[in-house]
């Protein structure tokens, strides 16, 4: 077990595709500043890959302090053991205070391989962070732990997770639920390069770490067909919208604004929609300018991915439901003729 480090710094575990820093690493990269200004410590990062030096002067341009890079060419490819094997060798030596993953397929399988060899707690897609000093009823003080924030028993609850024994402490956060931090081009950090395996290890260390098990022939890297994040206007539509043919109605709308379409998962469920079109606990987290729900109740699980969207507008015939408590503007009627009305008028504009 890892013992507490109080100069401990606040680490990101930076992801990269093809040699590119994911946006969400960089998101984490906004978060990770805040929790280490509040400890007081700095901020680090993990780069593992090969021929990737350039990803760490993003990072220090999005406020990392310290970049820890181990480079090699059998690191090119994510691959579980040898990444994991990498990530606690680091943990082991520097002992970070918190270090924080993307809830993407890597850091999924990344971060609870990791929370088990140094015997610590992770907690998963975390809605927020914090830090606060926790007393036990006894009246020991924890100073600075790490608050993690998520919904849980189904969404019914908001729970804040604490850890106060074990170290470091990790949790995993989805894209989109951090807002990117901004870029100060003139900042510079420090490398501190670390070496995978070394020249006197054996090939029977290489083995262990499954290298050999593993070999990549070749990669293809699937482009997301919509990109719900980068949309400046969503229509989403829920269960309420009845019908895969009155989604159109949805589509006509958004495409007024150049928009994307959204669903709760309810819609996805019923088939009316694809997957990759939902927002919410489970699905993507948005912060559009503007956000129409059509049909569209409003549970915990769907607020999660899009209450922090500038304005909403919520479209639902029960004036009850509870979307409207969030809704900026709510209409109380049908979709299926309060729609055609808005495009009408849009257009008309
Ligand atoms: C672990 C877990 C994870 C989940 N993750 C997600 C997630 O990521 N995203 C998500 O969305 N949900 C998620 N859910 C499901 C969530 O709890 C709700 O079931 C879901 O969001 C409900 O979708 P809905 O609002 O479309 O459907 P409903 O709750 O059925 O609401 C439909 C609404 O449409 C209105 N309506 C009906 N007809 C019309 C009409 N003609 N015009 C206007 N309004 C009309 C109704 O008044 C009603 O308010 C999750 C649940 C669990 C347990």
């Known amino acids: 077990m890892i013992e507490k480090n109080e100069s401990g710094e606040v680490w990101i575990y930076a992801e990269t595709q093809e040699g590119e820093l994911q946006e969400l690493s960089l998101e984490l990269c906004g978060k990770g500043c805040e929790l280490a200004n509040k400890i007081g410590v700095k901020t680090g990062a993990v780069l593992i890959g090969d021929n990737i030096e350039h990803a760490a002067i993003k990072l220090f341009e999005y406020g990392i302090d310290n970049v820890y890079i181990v480079e090699d060419k059998r690191l090119t490819y994510f691959r ?21 993953y993307g809830a993407s397929n890597l850091g999924r399988d990344l971060a609870p391989r990791v929370a088990s060899a140094v ?4 907690t998963a897609d975390c809605t927020n962070l914090d830090i606060s000093d926790i007393t036990e009823k006894n009246g020991t003080v924890h100073k600075n732990l ?8 189904g969404g019914n609850i908001v729970a ?23 870029l100060d081009s003139k900042r510079k950090g420090n490398i501190i390069r670390e070496i995978y395996i070394s020249e006197n290890e054996t090939t029977e260390t290489e083995k262990l770490l499954g290298l050999d098990a593993v070999e990549v ?13 980068s949309a400046r206007v969503i229509v989403a539509g829920g269960a309420g919208v009845g019908s895969k043919e009155n989604f159109d109605l949805l589509f006509e709308l958004a495409n007024l604004f150049s928009g994307a379409v959204g669903a709760s998962r309810a819609a996805v469920d019923l088939g009316f929609i ?14 559009p300018l503007i956000y129409i729900a059509c049909g569209i109740s409003g549970m ?4 999660v991915g899009m209450e922090g969207s500038a304005k909403i507008i919520a479209i639902n015939t029960d004036s009850s439901a509870p979307i409207f408590s969030i809704a900026h503007y709510g209409i109380v009627g049908d979709l299926k003729q309060v729609i055609p009305l808005m495009v009408k008028a849009f257009r008309e504009r």
């Open 80 to 100: 579980s053991s040898p990444y994991s094997h990498v990530v606690v060798k680091l943990i082991n030596k520097y002992r970070p205070q918190i270090v924080l």
């Open 119 to 122: 015997q610590s707690g992770l």
């Open 146 to 153: 790490l608050l993690q924030i998520r919904p849980a028993f």
């Open 160 to 182: 804040t997770i604490v850890n106060y024994d074990k170290w470091p402490q990790m949790a995993t956060v989805r894209e989109g639920v951090f807002s990117m931090p901004s």
């Open 217 to 229: 022939i070749r990669r293809e890297v699937q482009k997301r067909k919509i990109n719900l994040k």
């Open 274 to 287: 694809d997957a990759e079109h939902q927002i919410g606990q489970t699905g993507s987290t948005v912060r």
């Open 300 to 303: 915990v699980q769907h607020r």
